[in-house]
Structure formats: structure tokens, C-alpha cells
């Protein structure tokens, strides 16, 4: 057995997870291990190409289609996003980030897409959750690991320009929020909604079968149950394969709300590593200037 292998299944012996796979590649060298079962009842096997909600890894894939707007010309690093975007044209921001959310003035400047691709534009969560401004959003945002929750593209993005800005744009890094309107960007920059653009660009010149928002029927016995840690680490029940991502979400959460494989994301990750072709020479991003 090999240390992959070895690692993935001390995890499930001690209760981590129910089950996992793990996938490393060294050029044409594949490596792949999966261990364990797709519940805690051990109903099936763990397998090569079980489905996982990928949780944040969906951001990559996120970025990388704003980065396909931008070649195509359709969006600028340096322009505002209030030209798509008309509901963050005047946002307000906290006056410290410490300062209650009723205490607030104006954006210094508007936000731009690269201040979205850099986690910049002033929505996020930063290392402190307790400040105002942070609990705000994550009241707004409910769960992050359930996206399905959440309200259409326009209702969300209108409830989050209600919400102040923790830092003004371009001040300070913050976490996850910016990916969510990548995604309301790339619907409508595109003139698509953001599923078809990720599937028509993306997923299936790459062969990303199993990538997706939502889980067809006939892949549900492949889609592995989601858990969250409990009272002294037992596992709890968070979501089935006939749950949340059972049907196509009216929010789909460029942050966090994707499903895929093993395979399907070392396809995504090969052709980052190949300067934007898919095996098959399909150019599907530029290579880096």
C-alpha cells in the first residue's frame, strides 16, 4: 500500500470521515486511492469516481471564468462592476472595521473586477468574525456550506448591497464573498447564466461529465452524503444525495456551491498546468503573458 493510501485510511479508521479519495499526478503518472464508504451507515464503497460537493474549490473554477470574460473582451481587470453590477454602484462601507453597521460612509472608489478576482472589493470575512459588519453578512449569507439556500442572482446581490463593505475597496483581503459575485458578473457579463457558461466553456471541452450545480438521478448512487463535526467529533448528518444538490439551485454559488470528481478536477488543474488547452489542443484560456 502507499503512504497515500496509508494516510486517506487513518483518517477513516479514526472516525475523521466515512470515506475519501485521493487523486496526485506527476505528469502521465496517476496515482488514485479511495478508502472507506459514501456514508457512515457504509451503504457503498468509496470509489474513483464517487461525487463530492466541492465546497471552496468551486473558487478556482469561478475565477478562471471571469479570466475567460476578460479575454474574450468582454470585461476589463480596471473597470468598474457597476456597469453589470448597477446594485454595488454606491456602496457604503463601516467607518473602522470595528464600528457598529449603522456607522457608515461612502466607498472611496467604485469596485472593479479585479478587486473581485482579488478577494478585494470589500465584502469577505476577515480572521474576526465578531466584527458588526461580518456578522451582518454571515446572517445574510446563512450557511455557507448549503448554497441551495439561498435566494436567486438579482434578489442576492440586492440584499448584499445592503449590507456595509468591512473594508473600503482595495484595503484588505477578505474571504469567500467576492467568489459569489464573480459568478452574478459572469451571468450577466456573458448574456448566459453561470451554470451554462461554467458547462459550455469549461466543463465540456474538458470533459467534466460529473461537474455541475446539481445532481442528476442517474448519478445520485455515486454522490457521497456531507457531513459536519459533533459533540465530541462524532459525525452529523448535514446533507443526503437526494438533499440540497437533488435539483438546480436558484442561487448558483460561485464560492462554494459545485460538485465534481476526482477526475473531473484534474482535468480542470491539467489545463491550467497546460497553459489553458484541454487534451485535445482546445484552447480554453489564454497562457500567461
Known amino acids: 500500500m502507499s503512504s497515500l493510501h496509508d494516510t486517506l485510511r487513518r483518517r477513516v479508521d479514526d472516525g475523521t470521515v466515512p470515506g475519501a479519495v485521493g487523486l496526485v499526478a506527476r505528469g502521465d503518472d496517476v496515482e488514485v486511492v479511495a478508502v472507506g464508504s459514501v456514508d457512515v451507515e457504509g451503504t457503498a464503497p468509496m470509489a474513483r469516481d ?32 457597476e456597469e453589470w453590477l448597477p446594485e454595488l454602484a454606491k456602496p457604503m462601507v463601516v467607518r473602522t472595521p470595528s464600528s457598529p453597521v449603522d456607522d457608515v460612509v461612502p466607498a472611496e472608489r467604485p469596485v472593479t473586477v479585479e478587486d473581485l478576482l482579488s478577494f478585494r472589493a470589500g465584502w469577505g470575512f ?27 442572482p438579482d434578489e442576492w446581490l440586492a440584499a448584499l448591497a445592503k449590507i456595509p463593505m468591512v473594508r473600503q475597496p482595495g484595503a484588505a483581503w477578505l474571504y469567500n464573498t467576492c467568489s459569489d459575485i464573480q459568478g452574478v458578473l459572469v451571468a450577466r457579463a456573458s448574456g448566459s447564466s453561470f451554470p451554462d457558461f461554467l458547462a459550455e466553456r469549461f466543463f465540456g471541452p474538458l470533459g467534466m461529465t460529473d461537474t455541475g450545480f446539481a445532481v442528476p438521478e442517474s448519478k445520485r448512487s455515486r454522490f457521497t452524503t456531507a457531513y459536519t463535526p459533533g459533540e465530541l467529533g462524532a459525525l452529523e448528518q448535514a446533507d443526503t444525495p437526494d438533499g440540497g444538490f437533488s435539483r438546480p439551485p436558484a442561487f448558483p454559488s460561485g464560492a462554494g456551491g459545485l460538485v465534481s470528481t476526482a477526475d473531473d478536477l484534474l482535468a480542470f488543474h491539467r489545463m491550467l498546468g497546460a497553459n489553458g488547452t484541454s487534451p485535445d489542443g482546445t484552447r480554453v484560456l489564454s497562457p500567461p503573458r
Open 126 to 152: 476577515p480572521d474576526d468574525f465578531f466584527l458588526s459588519a461580518v456578522q451582518a453578512l454571515l446572517a445574510f449569507q446563512q450557511d455557507g456550506r448549503a448554497p441551495y439556500l439561498q435566494p436567486g
Open 50 to 81: 464517487s461525487i463530492f460537493r466541492i465546497a471552496s474549490v468551486s473558487k478556482p473554477v469561478t475565477a478562471a471564468a471571469v479570466l475567460a470574460l476578460v479575454e474574450d473582451g468582454r470585461l476589463a481587470l480596471d473597470a468598474p462592476v
